[in-house]
């Protein structure tokens, strides 16, 4: 079964820092990788996927990710943080077919906290 | 948001009564999905369907039911609710081309049993 690990619970940075936040998972095949967002008391919004090609894929909100098969890690980056950057972050893992037919399997997130 | 409702919003109910959500899409997709929400656990899957009346377990699915009776409507059913069940229940789409296929999500409904 597959399985994502969100290292870090909280995470804060400082705004127009640069931020990553880490993702590993475990999956036997592909990966189909996944980015999702969520701002308190809202749902989620995706941020950006990977299937296959470019392992640097570019996402909404000036956002991007590297796919490391290497490391099994889909790590998400942003250059320069905003105050509205403020939230929950999700990485998931989908299986079956297409980009996660069956359910995709969450990390438990992180909450990034952005001080002025 | 991929066209997709949840009903009710927010809802207060008892230990042992039965409960039902909804999930309501409009652009006709496929595969539908729910999912509970928990601090420190993150989303974890519930029940899916793939088609009117086709519907499997995820990792969750013990005290559920769900019934998928036309392709718009994705029902949840909690025969019996227990305080454990106190969640935020995310309803969720697939839509795109083949493997392209990616979840969006709806707004959520949040649910306390007391």
């Known amino acids: 079964a597959q399985s994502v690990t969100q290292p870090d619970i909280h995470i804060t940075v400082s705004e127009g820092a640069s931020l990553e936040l880490r993702c590993n998972y475990s999956?036997?095949?592909?990966?189909?990788l996944f980015w999702y967002v969520q701002s308190p008391g809202q749902g989620l919004q995706l941020l950006l996927k990977?299937?296959?090609?470019?392992?640097l894929v570019q996402g909404i909100k000036g956002f991007e990710a590297e796919f490391k098969r290497s490391q099994s890690s889909f790590n998400l980056r942003k250059p320069s943080v905003h105050w509205s950057d403020a939230a929950e972050y999700f990485c998931?893992?989908?299986?079956?077919?297409?980009?996660?037919?069956?359910?995709?399997?969450f990390g438990k997130g992180t909450h990034l906290i952005i001080q002025p | 948001d991929a066209g997709i409702t949840q009903s009710p919003r927010h809802k207060v109910t008892e230990t042992g009564t039965p409960v039902t959500l909804r999930c309501h899409q409009t652009?006709?997709?496929?595969?539908m999905y729910w999912y509970r929400q928990d601090p420190g656990h993150g989303l974890r899957l519930i029940h899916y369907?793939?088609?009117?009346?086709?519907?499997d377990k995820g990792e969750v699915s013990d005290g559920y039911s769900v019934s998928r009776s036309k392709t718009e409507d994705f029902l949840l059913t909690l025969e019996s609710a227990t305080s454990s069940q106190t969640s935020v229940y995310f309803c969720?789409?697939?839509?795109?081309?083949?493997?392209?296929?990616?979840?969006?999500f709806g707004p959520g409904t949040r649910l306390l049993v007391l």
């Open positions: 969720a789409i697939s839509a795109g081309q083949g493997e392209w296929e990616t979840q969006y």
């Open positions: 999956y036997g095949a592909t990966p189909y």
């Open positions: 990977y299937f296959s090609g470019d392992t």
């Open positions: 998931a893992v989908g299986a079956g077919s297409g980009g996660g037919a069956d359910g995709l399997t």
């Open positions: 652009e006709n997709h496929r595969y």
């Open positions: 369907s793939y088609g009117v009346k086709d519907t």
